[in-house]
C-alpha cells in the first residue's frame, strides 16, 4: 500500500473511531487507543471508504447497547456490500437494454445503429 493510501486509511480509521466515541461514550473503555486503531485498520484497509463510513452510521441501529466489535463491525460491511434482492447490480460492461457486452458485435448491431 502506498503511503498516500494508507494516511487515507488512517484518516477513515481517526474519522470513524470519533463517530464511534460519540455514539458509544464506553467505545474502548481503557482499551490503548493506537494499538487499537492499528489492528482495526488492518482488518478495515481492503474496504471501501463509503462502506466504512455507511456502516458507522448504521452502527447504533444495529448495536443500540455498546460498540460492535471488529468482527461485528465486519460483519455489517458484508451486509452494505451484499446486494439486496431485486436491486439492479451495476454492470459496467453489459449494456442494459440489449444486455451484451459493450464491445460486441452485438451490442452495436442492436444499440448503435
Not at 20 to 39: C, D, S, V, W
Not at 48 to 57: G, S
Amino acid at each position: 500500500m502506498s503511503s498516500q493510501a494508507e494516511e487515507i486509511g488512517k484518516s477513515i480509521i481517526d474519522k470513524l473511531f470519533g463517530t464511534l466515541k460519540l455514539q458509544y461514550p464506553t467505545f474502548l473503555n481503557g482499551q490503548p487507543e493506537i494499538e487499537t486503531k492499528r489492528i482495526w485498520f488492518a482488518h478495515l484497509q481492503s474496504y471501501r471508504i463509503e462502506h466504512i463510513e455507511a456502516a458507522a452510521l448504521l452502527a447504533p441501529e444495529r448495536f443500540p447497547r455498546f460498540a460492535p466489535t471488529i468482527g461485528e463491525f465486519k460483519k455489517l460491511l458484508a451486509e452494505i456490500n451484499t446486494p439486496k434482492p431485486g436491486t439492479a447490480i451495476e454492470m459496467s460492461n453489459f449494456c442494459s437494454q440489449c444486455r451484451a457486452d459493450r464491445r460486441s458485435q452485438r451490442h452495436v448491431d442492436v444499440c448503435l445503429k
